[in-house]
């Protein structure tokens, strides 16, 4: 059996999900589980209305009509005059208005998970509908049935175990004769609570399924011809590459690739199953694969993280960036979610570049500077280049003053600021 996975970008309006459609009809209509993640911009969407049913603002109203009316609007466009396949749309959109009518509880993360998995419910929803009218009868599964999750909410921690016993308990005879439309990107506590797997998480979703039934392959559907060696949003001579270690896949969506999320390569890898990327624009292309290969990455590949923000700690007291101020600084950093995307030290001061995310930062600050002096620069860009040669760090810094640079053997790190947009300050006093 095979899992195709199909992103937002694939699914975004009425004419995505015909294409979407016809790529699952190319296939024997049985022993394949499909994941689909939330439509177009509709997790960001309902992002929005989740912080303004916490604040108990008015524009929830407005957000949630938005939100309602561009499905319904794909609705009209695919159901002709039988709508009685999208009825559970409908009862999705009543579950949406009854659970904004109550007044919000206390914990913020879970209400946020029990609004916006609705992006995954019902686009899942909507492309069974329409491969039902479209005569394959495909089965809707509800994803939160099937992957029990810790009650971390916003980052679920997938119990693997159970997981494993409900997937292979409720599909594994199912999906001999079928096929399955299931949703990325969520989970369930067990008691009953809806769970999220961290933004962009239904490639994760794709590969638990896969390891849970032992799949042939797993495809993940995108925008892109492939993996290629830079986001071809920020660069504009890419290469595709066509076969990739699970090792080079590993390391590129741990530095930022967002193609394909950080946790999503680990399960395959432990049943070798081969990942496929392919683009669903041009779904007869053969794409990149990913798998156990002895050649690494054939070309060097970049990674660009835009926003970020450098923070140099310096003991007070002088004493040295060793074990006992490194686990304070590795704890406080833990605790208030900030991730560090590079770090590095000196006797008495040590560096990392993070995400620029305020709210978190605020929070972490104050910890901080109970002990540390802090200096810190922001608007920075975080170039990762594997399998580099010095003609590659050449090229990305042109216009780019260096801030600081790690190299191992085959991967350089580089923090740059783009002069080009404005005069690099020195770092920012405390
Ligand atoms: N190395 C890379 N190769 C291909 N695409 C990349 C790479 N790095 C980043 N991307 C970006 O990843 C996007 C596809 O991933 P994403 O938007 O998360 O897909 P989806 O949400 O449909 O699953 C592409 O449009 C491209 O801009
Ligand atoms: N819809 C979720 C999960 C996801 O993975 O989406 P996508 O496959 O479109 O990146 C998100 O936007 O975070």
Known sequence: MQVFKFGGASVKDAQGIRNVAGIIQQQPPKQLVVVVSAMGETTNELEKLTWAYLGREA?????????????????????????????????????VETLLAEEPEPNADKVYDQL????????????????????LDSYWVDARRLIRTDDTYREGK?????????????????????????QGFIGNTGEGYTTTLGRDGSDYTAAIFAYCLNAERVTIWKDVPGVLNADPKWFDETVKIDQLTY????????????????????????KNIPLYVRSFL????????????EKHLPVPSFIFKMNQTLISLHPKDFSFIAEENLSKIFGHFAEYGVKINLMQNTAISFSVVVDHRPERLARLMPHLQENFRITYNEGLELITIRHYDEKTIDRVLVHKKL????????????VVKDEARSPTPELTPE
């Open 116 to 135: 916006v998995s609705f992006g995954e419910l019902l686009s899942t929803r909507i492309l069974n509908a329409h491969l039902n009218q479209s005569g």
């Open 403 to 414: 801030l600081l640079e790690q190299k191992s053997r085959y991967t350089v790190q580089l």
């Open 59 to 95: 524009a929830k109203d407005t957000i949630w009509q938005h939100v309602r009316a561009r499905h319904e609007q794909v609705i009209d466009n695919l159901a002709g005059d039988n709508r009685e396949p999208f009825e559970g749309v409908y009862e999705l959109f009543s579950d």
């Open 247 to 270: 090792q080079d896949a590993i390391e590129l969506a741990y530095y930022g690739a967002t193609v394909i999320h950080p946790k999503t390569i680990k399960p395959l890898q432990n």
């Open 282 to 293: 041009q779904p007869q292309e053969p794409g990149t694969v990913i798998g156990h290969f």
């Open 158 to 182: 997938v119990d693997w175990e159970r997981t494993g016993e409900h997937i292979t308990d409720t599909l594994a005879d199912l999906i001999e004769t079928s096929v399955m439309i299931t």
